[in-house]
């Protein structure tokens, strides 16, 4: 069967780094291709005139529309194919050679979020070579999708994957003032809900969540039936998440998935929304529901969070059971997680953190069993490992005999005990441009804490005053530090060494920063840390109490969790109770329900009731009061 013609149409600028890629993807399946420059001044024209003869200047004039209509001016073929330099087509063959008899056609766009996430949507991509189908819109550029509808179809079988999703963003935040400059200005002569919507992105782009609320609404309030309405809704959700009005979000999110059945993305937003508000088993119930749903209608979607009915949502129920301290639950969660999205990063992260204190060794024999071997899924694992400073990292460099260069190479040399060859390494290499990198500063206290060698600190790449460096280094000499006023800075470095020591499982030196200090935001971080590894006896040692309220709140909500694992409810209930009368949140309710649940039926009905008055939107709160017999 003959195929139709397909011109490709682009418009570039500076794309040297991607252009290839992208026209490779292409070779054989297009007939044409067109690209117009707006201004490059790299090797972009270069690469291009390496495919096509068909490379047009063009002065850029604030308006894409014009550039992609002016490339457009120059296709001969029967459709156009539209891509930007960083999108490569895939499994193009099914649909492409095959008859097309639509005028324009939607094809999903996979956006590459990093580290294994993806937002796709589907978008108007191809569409037929004719006069009155042009590009509009200065900014956000597209064809009208305002036809009859049956001059619409959709190619299921290829995809746009987008590789610079992040770099666009970055790109975009820079050139925030022009698009916004850009977009105001066209909202002025073309008030759509689309203008507006645009105009909601940018700000959320610009974290200006209260301007980007309104923007939102205003689109919604244009018309409701628009391919982007749906993505319209999710955003709104997550301004209000930001701002802080949960119960407003979750509102919103109950209206959505009535609206947009067997849309998971909107049971995941309210399961996040009901995290951050601490409704812990509410949060719970929702991200079940996604599994509920799953992914099979996905392909439908016109935007989509992908895995927000499988993977995603399994990777929060892990973490949920996790803080329920169902570390069974939380195994079978992650496990389905990883086989589903072995390259998502936040999975093999609640992983890592599931069983903190098991050997190294162990826990690299069960990841070689729950993740498929991959060169490039085990370098990206080895990157994280060295950005968390994880000893597992040593693990990985071992097995697979790989050499390790500056800067992990100090870390490898820590971890293995070999402290004299890490500072050796270290200022051998240190006038090397290492980017900012955290772990240089976090290496040399460390190493400076474990020969007892405070000069290292000088080293020290950090915005730290005389008086902060100075401190540090008395903590290394004298093992005895004056109180000093803590700022995020400090706090940062100090939580970070009472990581590493534990981690590395140097327990002698966190009894010299038990004694270093009196400060009680220091010694919370000590007991935070302990807690974090199951030494909740140490941790309750560590505990002082302060003048400071919201700090004695986290301290009391420590020592009563501390106490409730190791078994003591009533001294649990008695610090519970004091955390209460600072502030009343969700948690601190159900941590007392949980406890008065096995031992004083009364109270635990009475704790039901007022957590369903606080928080009536607390769906769970209902279901345990009626399983229970409980009137609320």
Sequence with gaps: MNHNSVSLCM?????????????????????EIIIVDTGSSDKTKDIAKRYTDKVFDFKWIDDFSAARNFAIEFASSEYILQLDADEILRFPQNDLLQQLNKDFYYIRIKNDLGSGLYLSHQFIRLFRNSSDIRYRGALHEQVPSDFDIERYGFLSSMEIFHEGYKTHLVKTKQKAQRNLKILLKEIKTKPTAFNYYNLGMQYILEEKH????IALKKSYSLGTQYAFSQKVVLDIMKCLQALGQFQEAIKVGK??????????????????????????????????????IGEENAYKLVQHYDGTGSYMAQAKLAEISLALENHEEALKYIVQAAKASPDTLAIF????????????SEIFQTISSIWPFSPERYIQFISYLYQQRSPLLNEFLIYFGMDVVYPVSTFYYIVAGKYEEAISDFLSNKEQSVEKDPQVNSNLLFLAMATENSGLLDHFDLSLSSKELKWFKNLVDTKKVSEIPVNRSILVIWKQ????????????????????????????????????YGFDALALDVLVETSDQQINRKIYMVAANSLRKLGAMEDALFYFKKA???????????????????????????????????????KWVKEEAYERGVTI
């Design 580 to 618: 209460e009368k600072i502030k009343l949140d969700f948690n601190v309710l159900y941590e007392q329900w949980r406890i008065y649940s096995d031992m004083d039926a009364k109270t635990s009905r009475e704790l039901l009731q007022k957590i369903n008055s606080l928080y009536p939107d607390s």
């Design 210 to 213: 209260h301007d980007a609320l």
């Design 497 to 532: 060494l009472v990581t590493d020591i534990i981690q590395l499982q140097k327990y002698e030196f966190i009894d010299i920063l038990i004694n270093a200090t009196d400060q009680p935001e220091l010694k919370l971080i000590i007991a935070e840390c302990l807690q974090l």
């Design 11 to 31: 418009i570039v600028k500076n794309e040297e780094s991607y252009l290839e890629r992208c026209l490779e993807s292409v070779r054989g399946i297009v007939d």
């Design 349 to 360: 992260d609640i992983f890592l953190s599931i069983y903190p204190n098991a050997k190294n």
């Design 255 to 292: 209206d959505a998935v009535v609206l947009y059945e067997d849309v998971p993305d909107f049971w995941y937003q309210m399961g996040l929304v009901f995290m951050e508000w601490g409704l812990i088993k509410d949060a719970q119930k929702c991200f079940e529901q996604c599994l509920e």
